[in-house]
């Protein structure tokens, strides 16, 4: 039954996305690319924030490392996009990996601040041209777009699709990565990391294992971010973007849902407010503080954990998150 | 050699500036162990009321002029105080029982809020501290000349820490807002009203983050609205490097961080600087998880 339902909407969702290119003019169709892009980001925070529990408001700067290796790796070694595409996720992974090793054991708002500060770094490096090959304030341009089989990705229709397609995948993956072993470890740490410990969870390598995989998500999300736009610059990659992200994140309350439904709001509200001009970030903070305040839990957190317990009579055994 | 005394001066300048922020983050931490976000954009209100008050409001013209600072900093810190109350009630209390992340989406909610009401009221560009208030004298010591507003910026800002280390230590009040920091639950049994106290925090806090707004706009003359950003996160992170929580650490790591960035740009790079800040910060929690007087709590067991 369950498991019907969750297939229908899923479906149903899946159908609606598809069908948006149809209602959408060209302005919107951007709107629409840009959601999707913030939903990978945040469903890939979701590990790490949602799931881990870790403090980490630093995302951009896994995003910005995907999207310069992408337009480097592009623009002057000629790589194909989607041939950049893993490399973009694993220079991210093992960049996070460097980082987030030597203070993975830092408590919650002291690795929040360190977060900070690494997003901080990355854009000085890549504003100060980092080896002469971030190119500055001005970014790198030129970058080409992405050829899938044959075919030129070229117009925000394609991207379109591109994107939601990798946010069906994504969402498939986490899902399962919920429902694992990993996941289920991972939910243990976010609720009480010393109990996790005692009961024989490596929390530090866990922990690691999650921002490694975020980190990766993340820098994939770079690759198309880097495609769709053909020139990057360290501007889009500031804290304010990794705040959005996080803020994302929170609101969703941590399902999948949740994250769905927030990444609309949060990209989609600004554009609607579109006609206020330049009171429009006014009205987004406003709208920010008493989200939270209407929903301090989040928009959808996740239901409870429930698991069939072959051999038991009556519906199944329910066992807590 | 030279070169050497003004950067020591000038980062002690900017380190009080900094240390003073800081003290409104760790205070509010303390009690609430909430990271208040807006507390940055309260500060760059602080330096915008400054200078409505001086030049629009021409106080600079009306009050003889022994007066004037001391008039303008006292009314910058009791309106910036009275927004930062208001906040609190408006953004914090309702999200007091849940989750601590909500209540920071939710100040960072506020931040954006104030930085863009600044940006709509005093507009997009920078604004300027004429030049007739900005005292340019300098001081000889030890044979080296050192700008006098720098030193007194210092002077000040040592100043209010001093004043607010007695409150905290000396009065019964600041009795009670430590109690709040180590145990809210505690402290309402022993007949402490925490929701007052926490109100008082949100006064303090933000009143001595409105009046090192203030110095900044006499200090550098140049003030525009994402300052509120650029040194608050400078100031969070100097909390962060004392222990917060800890109200000498967040003088000491305030200090500390205008220091070493004024040194580092001096000697490294001007560019880097930022960078460097950071860096040190990354490197002294690697070695000390907890910052520099942060007490290592005893973990939950």
């Known amino acids: ?321 | 050699m030279e070169l050497f005394f003004q950067q020591v001066l000038n980062g002690f300048a900017v380190g009080g500036i900094y240390a003073l922020v800081a003290l409104g983050y760790t205070m509010v931490y303390g009690v609430l162990k909430l990271i208040n976000f807006a507390h940055g954009d309260l500060f760059a209100i602080g330096a915008y009321l400054g200078l409505t008050l001086l030049v629009s409001c021409n106080l600079a013209g009306i009050l003889p002029p022994l007066f004037v600072m001391p008039v303008v900093f006292l009314m910058v810190g009791l309106l910036v105080a009275l927004i930062g109350f208001l906040l609190e009630r408006a953004a914090y209390r309702p999200l007091r029982q849940a989750h601590r992340l909500s209540a920071v989406v939710s100040a960072l909610g506020a931040s954006i809020f104030f930085q863009n009401a600044v940006m709509l009221i005093y507009g997009a560009r920078f604004y300027v501290y004429p030049d007739f208030l900005r005292p340019d004298f300098t001081v000889s010591v030890f044979g080296h000349s050192l700008s006098g507003i720098r030193l007194l910026v210092i002077l000040a800002s040592i100043m209010l820490m001093v004043m607010l280390s007695a409150f905290i230590h000396r009065t019964k009040t600041g009795a009670a807002i430590r109690a709040v920091a180590i145990d809210q639950d505690a402290a309402r049994l022993m007949g402490i009203n925490v929701d007052k106290v926490i109100s008082l925090v949100f006064l303090i806090g933000p009143g001595l983050g409105g009046t090192a707004g203030l110095m900044v706009g006499l200090c550098y003359g140049q003030i525009d609205f994402t300052m509120g950003w650029s040194y608050g996160l400078k100031a969070f992170t100097s909390a962060i490097l004392g222990g917060i929580g800890n109200i000498p650490g967040a003088m000491l790591g305030g200090l500390l961080l205008g220091l070493v960035e004024s040194l580092s740009a001096a000697y490294v790079s001007m560019a880097w600087k930022d960078a460097i800040a950071f860096l040190a910060l990354i490197l002294i929690l690697i070695i000390r998880p907890t910052g520099i007087l942060g007490e290592r709590a005893a973990e939950k067991l």
């Open chain 1, 1 to 321: 039954m369950r498991f019907a339902s969750r297939a229908i909407s899923s479906l149903a969702l899946g159908a609606l996305v598809l069908a948006l290119p149809l209602f959408c003019d060209a302005y919107w169709l951007d709107v629409c690319v840009s959601i999707g892009l913030y939903t990978l980001l945040a469903l890939s925070l979701n590990v790490i924030l949602g799931q881990a529990g870790i403090f980490h408001m630093g995302h951009a700067a896994f995003f910005a490392v995907g999207a310069y290796v992408t337009a480097i790796l592009n623009t002057q070694a000629h790589w194909p996009i989607f041939a950049v595409l893993p490399a973009a996720g694993a220079a991210s992974a093992v960049f996070a990996l460097a980082v987030a090793r030597p203070i993975i054991h830092l408590r919650g708002d002291y690795l929040l601040v360190v977060t900070i500060g690494i997003v901080e770094i990355v854009r000085i490096a890549l504003l100060n041209d980092m080896g002469g090959l971030t190119g500055g304030a001005n970014g790198v341009f030129g970058i080409a777009r992405p050829v899938f089989f044959g075919f030129k990705i070229v117009k925000s229709v394609h991207f379109h699709y591109l994107v939601w397609g990798m946010v069906g995948v994504s969402l498939a993956l986490f899902h399962s990565l919920w429902n694992s072993r990993f996941g289920r470890a991972l939910n243990c740490i976010k609720e009480d990391d010393i109990a996790a410990e005692c009961c024989g969870v490596d929390v530090a390598r866990y922990k690691l294992t999650a921002f490694v995989l975020g980190a990766f998500w993340a820098g994939a999300a770079g690759t198309v971010y880097a495609a769709k736009m053909t020139t990057i610059a360290p501007e889009s990659f500031n804290f304010m973007e990794s705040v959005i992200i996080f803020a994302v994140v929170i609101l969703s309350g941590g399902s999948q849902l949740g994250i769905l439904a927030s990444s609309f709001l949060f990209i989609g509200l600004p554009e609607l407010l579109r006609e206020f001009s330049s009171a429009r970030m006014l009205i987004f903070g406003l709208a920010m503080m008493m989200m939270m305040i209407w929903r301090p839990q989040g928009l959808l957190p996740p239901g409870r954990r429930r698991y069939r317990i072959p051999g038991l009579s009556g519906a199944g055994g329910e066992a807590g998150g």
